[in-house]
């Protein structure tokens, strides 16, 4: 079944549901009641505002399942979604590098929700109306029995609260709700790219944005390192690192993330962004190390003081120089390269890249 055709017939469930409402609310309206006049009132409050809402209510469920969906804002089409910065669509991102992606299909516009709020509102005060006919009810028929008026009492004042919570809630949510506008979002995952974001319109006009985008990847490769460059650096725990990655114990990534806040700023747009990049040290548990032999137990070692994951410089200050843990991992490298295990040069290369990097970032 199409997507328009399915539209069709939850428009055509929501309209007989609006019609079933209607029909038992009017009934019930029209048919005599034998009480107090104030009673009679209260009571047909209640019916006519819980129906009254249910009517309504399935009438706006059908009329937004046939009306087409919200384009998205202009604004957010021209943006590349990941860190904010204007992009053609076509084209990949200046400021983070993210190719094309469909942008379209990644925002989601919701219509208004004031209608709903006034919806809730209704139902609450129906409940209020049910609250006090339930309170004073029994006390007007001429009920005296002390149980029966408490435990009547005890009902009342449950009916009462939970209208009176609804309603304020209701109201405070119109509130918000005219003031911000309608709700976008986006969400989705492209391009090994995590995209989030929520924000507000008025109209088809963007009136706020926040968006927050991830990327986590195997940390690439570097050139080799030159034979001068290596004298008077010291290497060996890059050595070590890249020597349990060949052996399947552990990987390298680095994850970059993108928070980004868009508003309208006079006649042009304000972009505020931050750009993060982290390193990581994830330890693998694939069938490779678990099979007994050194590879078991470097690989028990290392998961005994590093868990399944640390950042690059949690792991430094865990492997300082001169300690026995420290030691312990470079005999373990030395041991895994005598049995076989081939470290290539760009992963040396790439993993003192990374400590060089990070150490940078900590000196600031």
């Known amino acids: 079944m199409s997507t328009l055709s399915s539209r069709r017939w939850n428009a055509l469930v929501y309209v007989l549901g609006a019609v079933f409402f209607t029909a038992l609310g009017l009934g019930v309206l029209r048919a005599s009641m034998r009480m107090h006049p104030g ?45 904010g910065e204007r992009t053609p669509a076509d084209a990949a991102c200046p400021a983070c590098g993210y190719g094309v992606h469909p942008r379209a299909e990644l925002i989601a516009a919701r219509p208004p929700e004031w209608p709903e709020s006034l ?137 970059r993330t993108w928070r980004w806040s868009l508003e309208p700023d006079d006649d042009a747009w304000s972009l505020k962004r931050t750009a993060e990049r982290r390193l990581w040290v994830d330890l693998l548990e694939g069938d490779g190390w678990q099979e007994g032999g050194l590879a078991e137990a470097v690989g028990n070692f290392l998961q005994g003081f590093m868990g399944e994951a640390v950042t690059l410089s949690e792991l430094r200050e865990l492997l300082a120089e001169r300690t026995p843990r420290r030691a312990q991992c470079d005999a373990h490298a030395e041991a895994l390269r005598e049995r076989g295990v081939r470290v290539l040069p760009e992963r040396v290369a790439a993993a003192q890249a990374a400590l060089d990097d990070d150490a940078a970032e900590a000196r600031g």
């Not at 918000?176 to 929520?198: F, I, P, Q, W, Y």
């Not at 006009?205 to 690439?220: I, M």
């Open 119 to 255: 919806l809730f509102a209704g139902g609450a005060c129906a409940l209020i109306c049910l609250g006090l006919f339930v309170a004073v009810g029994p006390w007007i028929d001429g009920e005296r029995r002390l149980w029966v008026l408490v435990a009547m009492g005890a009902l009342a004042l449950l009916l009462l609260l939970v209208g009176g919570a609804g309603a304020l809630g209701s109201a405070m949510s119109l509130l918000a709700a005219l003031r911000t506008g309608a709700k976008v979002s986006t969400s989705g995952e492209l391009g090994g790219r995590s995209l989030s974001g929520d924000g507000f319109t008025r109209g088809d006009r963007l009136v706020r944005f926040d968006g927050f985008g991830v990327q986590r990847a195997p940390l690439p490769s570097r050139a080799a390192l030159a034979t001068s460059y290596r004298q008077g650096v010291d290497t060996r725990l890059a050595e070590t690192l890249a020597t349990f990655e060949a052996a399947g114990l552990l990987e390298l990534s680095e994850e």
């Open 39 to 83: 009673l009679a009132s209260l009571l047909k409050g209640f019916i006519g505002l819980m129906f009254g809402s249910l009517s309504l209510g399935a009438l706006l469920a059908a009329a937004r399942a046939l009306r087409p969906l919200r384009p998205p804002p202009a604004e957010l089409l021209a943006r590349c979604l990941c860190c």
